[in-house]
């Protein structure tokens, strides 16, 4: 009785927040839940969600079985000790073995470390839901029903387009959905319409800037980018050139993209911990470890605590900005060897297939990831007596044919691709090659490194 009272006023606040006339209302209420009340009803909503997976999917049925956990006895997803789900998971097993409803609606993942996509389900409901949420947070940045926007995210199987759709329709503003094509063509034909925001990737929006900047821009109030990170410094002259704040979002296909959102003050993701449960795995003397969520208000696929790969921390201090809601640390880092940038969520097995069957090469290899200050330059290193050119003309053939995802970032000029021959015994410095340095400035502290980095976000 006591955790169906917590539940209950729960949903009646989230009632009485998710459909307030006014963004301030919903904060307001939604802040009036001091932090024992939302443990209470995160704790209520997990248990409901443990009861409801050991029902209804097959793969936590047989998981909870073979890891002998009774849920009976589990109150807090740290009881579940080192039990986890992962990506692999999801592609090993498949989506249909995580289904516990009837879904409506796909989608898949941009890039990852295999070449088999993860696939999410979801229903109406809850794609009505994470669009209200973020129709709050929205108008909190300042968009209003009189506003006109433009996208240029990309509808192909990606979860970020049916993210905006679902959040404008509750603002009901004049929304284009122009997808995502090549910068210039998009500035000429969107010009004419003057949008007042701006939504697509960062590496996207970077060259759309380098055309705004030779061509002239229009007053927006603010973009918005969602699929990757991006660097202070190409944050920054967006911003100069739009005169116009540049908002990220965080989230997974996953999640349907609805972990965090930034304020006005870019400090953070502010994180959604009605519907989620947040912890942070293998954690350093700072804080920092492997982000993992838990749904709480999911009914056709919940996910018991994934690993969403990411390295970050958990901010408990409130912010400037006076929102009430707590928040997830810029990304530092990614916890297996995938890197976003302007060519797209790419892996190892990538570059791997770009090198298969490359005559008189070996099988070392490296792919750096740098930044000139425009866009993401990509070197691509290789043990071979193949020269320059050739080799080069033979990676961009491969990339045109096998990659076509690649290639149209690749023609939009959202990165650069350099191919490099070395020298046998180059690469390799000890008993490890890293496959791919990301020596791209980190969000903290602007600090060169040589990480595998990765940003997944989606609106």
């Known amino acids: 009785m006591r955790a169906l009272s917590f539940l209950t006023i729960a949903d009646n606040l989230e009632a009485l927040a998710l459909r307030a006339a006014h963004p301030r209302l919903a904060v307001g209420a939604l802040s009036h839940l001091p932090p024992s009340l939302l443990g209470a009803i995160q704790r209520a909503r997990f248990r409901q969600t443990l009861r409801f997976v050991a029902e209804h999917s ?19 997803p740290q009881q579940l000790g080192d039990f986890y789900t992962t990506g692999e998971d999801l592609r090993h097993y498949g989506a249909e073995a995580f289904l516990t409803g009837r879904p409506e609606t796909a989608f898949e993942t941009t890039g990852t470390t295999s070449a088999i996509p993860k696939r999410a389900f979801f229903s109406d409901e809850e794609m009505d839901r994470a669009g209200r949420l973020a129709a709050i947070c929205l108008r909190l940045l300042g968009l209003e029903r009189a506003d006109r926007v433009a996208s240029a995210f990309d509808c192909s199987f990606w979860v970020s387009p049916a993210i905006l759709r679902a959040t404008l329709k509750h603002i009901g503003c004049f929304h284009i959905e122009a997808g995502k094509i090549e910068p210039l063509e998009f500035y000429e034909r969107i010009r004419s319409y003057r949008p007042t925001v701006i939504f697509g990737e960062p590496s996207w929006l970077s060259r759309l800037t380098d055309v705004a900047e030779e061509r002239g821009t229009w007053p927006i109030k603010f973009l918005f980018a969602g699929g990757e990170n ?28 609805a972990l965090g959102i930034e304020c006005q003050a870019q400090a953070g993701y502010h994180r959604n911990d009605l519907d989620f449960f947040f912890e942070i795995a293998d ?55 995938m890197v976003v940038c302007g060519m797209g969520n790419v892996g190892p097995w990538v570059f791997a297939e770009l090198l298969r069957d490359t005559p008189l090469a070996t099988a070392e290899w490296q792919a750096a990831v740098e930044h000139d200050g425009q866009c993401d330059v990509i070197e691509l290193r290789v043990e071979t007596e193949l020269a320059t050119p050739d080799l080069e003309r033979l990676i961009l053939a491969r990339l045109r044919e096998r990659f076509p995802d690649f290639w149209k970032n690749y023609e939009m000029r959202l990165y650069k691709l350099r191919v490099r021959p070395a020298a046998r015994g180059e690469l390799r410095r000890g008993r490890k090659l890293k496959l791919i340095l990301d020596r791209r400035p980190t969000v903290v502290g602007e600090r060169s490194t040589d990480q595998t980095l990765f940003y997944p976000m989606a609106i």
């Not at 018991?304 to 390295?311: K, L, P, S, V």
């Not at 201090?317 to 707590?326: F, L, M, Q, S």
């Open 58 to 76: 097959p793969f936590y049925r047989e998981q909870f079985s073979r890891h002998r956990i009774d849920i009976e006895r589990i109150e807090h």
């Open 230 to 257: 991006i660097v202070e410094s190409a944050r920054r002259r967006i911003e100069r050139v739009w005169r116009a704040p540049l908002y990220l979002n965080y989230g997974q296909t996953e999640a349907f993209g």
């Open 283 to 337: 954690a350093d003397a700072d804080g920092y470890g492997e982000l993992v969520y838990t749904t709480l208000t999911r009914r056709v696929m919940p996910l018991i605590r994934y690993r969403a790969g990411d390295i970050t921390r958990l901010i408990e201090e409130p912010c400037a900005c006076g929102w009430p809601t707590r928040r997830i640390a810029k990304i530092r880092a990614r916890s297996d060897e």
